[in-house]
T-cell receptor
Framework: EPEVTQTPSHQVTQMGQEVILRCVPI?????FYWYRQILGQKVEFLVS????????KSEIFDDQFSVERPDGSNFTLKIRSTKLEDSAMYFC??????????????FGAGSRLTVL | GENVEQHPSTLSVQEGDSAVIKCTYS??????FPWYKQELGKGPQLIID?????GEKKDQRIAVTLNKTAKHFSLHITETQPEDSAVYFC?????????FGTGTRLQVFP
């Protein structure tokens, strides 16, 4: 069964450092997402991406965050200057068809970010 | 914006019993309601979903019901097994963005 793969599985960084989380969505999917989950809390939407541009973003996704699809397979989330409160599990997801009503999202296993 | 409430936060059942998890949503425009199961150290996995033109959907031991008027939907798991133990999240959407509930930790005791 096709999978969304994420790397690294765990990253520890110092406050103020830049972090890049990487995702390889399912190959024929067109819509890509990042969600995050602070320990013990619910999964929160960060950003959706389609046709090489952001289609929607949450208030969490401020100027410190950016996303990129640098080639035909990778989808990255960059945090420019990490803060303690960025510590969370970050999930990448993809779907073939986006739009109204959403469609089945396939999530990766997540990247745990710990900011010290 | 949409807000999804989920209850209970924890649920313990004996193997073979049924489990019910309930969610309410606020945005009447929401029309897609998936349920995800999250096992320790893994990402959420879709187990069942329902769209607003359907009142009930069943897949083997799991079923979901939707009451659009009351804006609530429920997950029902029958004949629970220890491998059903996980955190379950409901979600609601009418766009690309899923709004998740706060999660229910289900423990099934043998």
């Amino acid at each position: 069964e096709p999978e969304v793969t994420q790397t690294p599985s765990h990253q520890v960084t110092q406050m103020g450092q830049e972090v890049i989380l990487r995702c390889v969505p399912i190959s024929n999917h067109l819509y890509f997402y990042w969600y995050r989950q602070i320990l013990g809390q619910k999964v929160e939407f960060l950003v959706s991406f389609y046709n090489n541009e952001i289609s929607e973003k949450s208030e969490i996704f401020d100027d410190q965050f950016s996303v990129e699809r640098p080639d035909g397979s990778n989808f990255t989330l960059k945090i420019r200057s990490t803060k303690l409160e960025d510590s969370a599990m970050y999930f990448c997801a993809s779907t073939l068809l986006g739009g109204h009503g959403a469609n089945v999202l396939t999530f990766g296993a997540g990247s745990r970010l710990t900011v010290l | 914006g949409e807000n999804v409430e989920q209850h209970p936060s924890t649920l313990s059942v004996q193997e073979g019993d049924s489990a019910v998890i309930k969610c309410t949503y606020s945005d009447s425009a929401s029309n897609y309601f998936p349920w995800y199961k999250q096992e320790l150290g893994k990402g959420p996995q879709l187990i069942i979903d329902i769209r607003s033109n359907v009142g009930e959907k069943k897949d083997q031991r799991i079923a979901v019901t939707l009451n659009k008027t009351a804006k609530h939907f429920s997950l029902h798991i029958t004949e629970t097994q220890p491998e059903d133990s996980a955190v379950y999240f409901c979600a609601a959407s009418n766009t690309d963005k899923l709004i998740f509930g706060t999660g229910t930790r289900l423990q099934v005791f043998p």
